[in-house]
């Protein structure tokens, strides 16, 4: 699986939209991009995922460069409850049959 | 609907010991997957089962063993604890569909001492 690179640790106010960028310069043309998050204390859960286009849904939105290197998960408007750790996912075409591969992810801390 | 269970949800072992960990998936899901995680580390994928066998399998020596059972529940099974398998267990489940989502459950803590 291609890799990828994101922030150790991100800060952001309340109520105030969060970008978090993931770098992966080694995408190929089939592959897609995942994210997921990681309350305390729990198992992760499923954010978004998308290929080319931008996604959107309740949870965030997913912007993906031109050329596929670099992606962003915004949160448009933060709450305390977002504070956790967000893994940003490569999947090859055939995802249905693999595990996820997944780096340190970025801490987000949220000030009230 | 009850998402992903798991159980224990803590365990103490001791080195040399083994273990049983159990997993039930979500409703209607066929497809087990199980992660173990370090503390300060991102889940680490052991393997993946369908149909009762093991389809898929991350960089984890044989002393890790699994099951599916017809009901698709699932065990982890590990051999001959070692202090460095002392991490939070993860199972995940989803349907055997391209790019399926998986829903991960609480975790089980497993301590080995």
């Known amino acids: 699986d291609a890799k990828t690179t994101q922030p150790n640790s991100m800060e952001s106010n309340e109520e105030e939209p969060v970008h978090l960028p993931c770098n992966h310069s080694t995408i190929s043309g089939t592959d897609y991009i995942h994210w997921y998050r990681q309350l305390p204390s729990q198992g992760p859960e499923y954010v978004i995922h998308g290929l080319t286009s931008n996604v959107n849904n309740r949870m965030a ?34 995802g249905g049959a693999d595990g996820l591969t997944f780096g340190k992810g970025t801490h987000l801390i949220i000030q009230p | 609907d009850a998402g992903v269970t798991q159980s224990p949800t803590h365990l103490i072992k001791t080195r040399g010991q083994q273990v049983t960990l159990r997993c039930s998936p979500k409703s209607g899901h066929d497809t087990v997957s199980w992660y173990q995680q370090a503390l300060g580390q991102g889940p680490q994928f052991i393997f993946q089962y369908y149909e009762e066998e093991e389809r898929q399998r991350g960089n984890f020596p044989d002393r890790f063993s699994g099951h599916q059972f017809p009901n698709y529940s699932s065990e982890l099974n590990v051999n001959a604890l ?32």
């Open chain 1, 61 to 94: 939105s997913l912007a993906i460069a031109e050329d596929r290197k670099s992606s962003t998960l915004i949160l448009h408007r933060a709450t305390l409850r977002d504070a956790a750790v967000y893994y940003c996912i490569l999947r090859g075409h055939f």
């Open chain 2, 82 to 113: 070692l202090l460095g398998d002392s991490a939070l267990y993860l199972c995940a489940s989803s349907f055997n569909t391209f790019q399926e989502t998986q829903y991960f459950g609480p975790g089980t803590r497993l301590l080995v001492l």
